[in-house]
């Protein structure tokens, strides 16, 4: 019965993937390359706002309700997952780069907005055909992962203004 439960777990996993893959084609095909943004996809949001709520409402109720089968070390595991809920929900409200024209405005997670121009761009860094990093120099300016939306769009324009791009291989990309 156990195994049962983990295979369910990786085909959910696979499907939310596959989900995503599916709706950022879908969205890419109506970006345009001189103007558009690269986000995180939605079903990540859902997905974080579902885990906040869910971890916080099993919290909230099993402290409210106790039945003594509860372990301190289960409140904390259940609080960490709904703190990573809220985590991954706010990454995905705020975390965007766009693009506009020659311009890139760029809001991190932490930090404040930065814009670029597609000019400065002097390489771009592949890690294993699949995270991109963006320098300028040797200074890098921002990462995208492949599941972003928006991810392939970018790649089509960077190559479209000819900048160089770095293969490396067998590399995490961290």
């Known amino acids: 019965m156990s195994y049962i439960t983990y295979i369910i777990i990786a085909f959910v996993v696979l499907g939310v993937f596959y989900l995503v893959k599916y709706l950022n084609k879908k969205a890419e095909k109506t970006m345009e390359e001189s103007n558009f943004k690269v986000r995180q996809p939605i079903i990540f949001l859902i ?3 579902i885990c906040a709520v869910l971890f916080s409402a099993i919290t909230i109720y099993t402290a409210i309700f106790p039945d003594d089968t509860m372990e301190w070390w ?13 985590f991954i929900t706010i990454f995905c409200l705020i975390w965007e780069i766009r693009i506009e024209n020659e311009n890139i405005i760029y809001t991190p997670f932490f930090g404040a907005k930065r ?5 400065n761009i002097t390489k771009v860094k592949l890690f294993n055909n699949k995270k991109i990093k963006v320098y300028s120099g040797d200074k890098k300016l921002f990462s995208i992962e492949p599941t972003s939306k928006g991810y392939n769009v970018f790649i089509s324009r960077i190559k479209k203004e000819q900048i160089v791009f770095d293969i490396e291989l067998n590399t995490l990309g961290i």
Do not use: P, W
């Open 74 to 86: 289960i409140y904390f595991i259940f609080s960490l997952f709904a703190v990573l809920g809220i």
């Open 115 to 119: 814009n670029y121009c597609i000019k």
């Open 47 to 49: 997905v974080g706002i």
